[in-house]
């Protein structure tokens, strides 16, 4: 099993280059991947990937949550898969044939994770998308069977509350990666931000959770470095008791 800051993915939650590469410069080493969003990427392109392994030692997760119909995700993952990046993200979607297409198209070379349903989504959002009942009233159904469409398709994991990466890990298996945002250490004041349904790295860890997405906990801490290794300190101390405890 990976050592504890390898599950750490730090997102460069930032509008340009120059508030990232600080980040780029003081984590590296201390956490597993930096992701990159649409914001950072629609403004830099290309430059910050190639920024982040110029620094090297540090993975990318490069997600910009594609949708669109499979020719043209299979041919945008195509160019994703020769940056170098170790996952993408795209929809799951209402198409099996869309997901397939991504992992067609990342060659092998990039890992594809699907996004079920957005944090942001609720059941009155879901009703009146025109879906069943069944899954407006239980939204973790429809996690469920978009994991199931992911699973299918190839792709190499989803990104999941800690909440739900139990339920994934049971019904798919190890191999199939659950990602975890909404992650708040437990030394943090619960509610302080926008992100509904917390948990601590400690309880995705034991639920499962394959690598865990933490921001604001790290960016906004007076010593970002200081507040991964803490974080990486508390995922060894979640790890089973056979694990390489490295931090
Ligand atoms: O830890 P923090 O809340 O600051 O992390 C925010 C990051 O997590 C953002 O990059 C956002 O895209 C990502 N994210 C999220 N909720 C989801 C999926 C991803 O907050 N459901």
Not at 73 to 99: N, P, W, Y
Not at 194 to 211: F, K, W
Request: hydrophobic share 40%; charged share 25%; net charge negative.
């Amino acid at each position: 099993m990976k050592p504890a800051k390898e599950y750490i993915i730090f997102p460069l939650d930032v509008p340009a280059m120059e508030m990232a590469r600080p980040y780029i410069e003081s984590l590296s080493g201390h956490v597993g991947m930096f992701k990159v969003g649409l914001e950072l990427f629609v403004r830099e392109g290309h430059r910050i990937i190639e920024t982040i392994h110029e620094k090297g030692g540090t993975d990318i997760f490069l997600d910009l949550k594609l949708h669109d119909i499979p020719t043209t995700v299979q041919r945008a993952m195509r160019v994703i898969s020769e940056f170098g990046v170790r996952f993408a993200t795209v929809h799951c979607g209402e198409s099996r044939k869309m997901l397939e297409a991504a992992v067609q198209g990342s060659q092998g070379k990039t890992g594809i994770l699907g996004v079920t349903v957005l944090t942001s989504v609720n059941s009155a959002d879901i009703a009146s998308a025109g879906f069943q009942k069944e899954y407006s009233d239980d939204i973790r159904k429809l996690v469920m069977k978009r994991a199931t469409m992911a699973k299918e398709a190839g792709c190499a994991g989803i990104v999941c509350s800690g909440h739900e990466a139990m339920h994934v890990k049971q019904a798919f298996g190890e191999p199939f990666l659950a990602v975890t945002p909404g992650i708040r250490p437990s030394w943090e004041t619960p509610g302080k931000d926008d992100q509904q349904r917390v948990m601590t790295p400690g309880q995705a860890i034991q639920n499962g959770s394959d690598y865990l997405v933490i921001g604001r906990p790290i960016r906004d801490a007076a010593d970002p470095a200081e507040a991964a290794q803490r974080i990486a300190q508390e995922i060894a101390e979640s790890l089973p008791a056979s694990d390489p405890k490295e931090s």
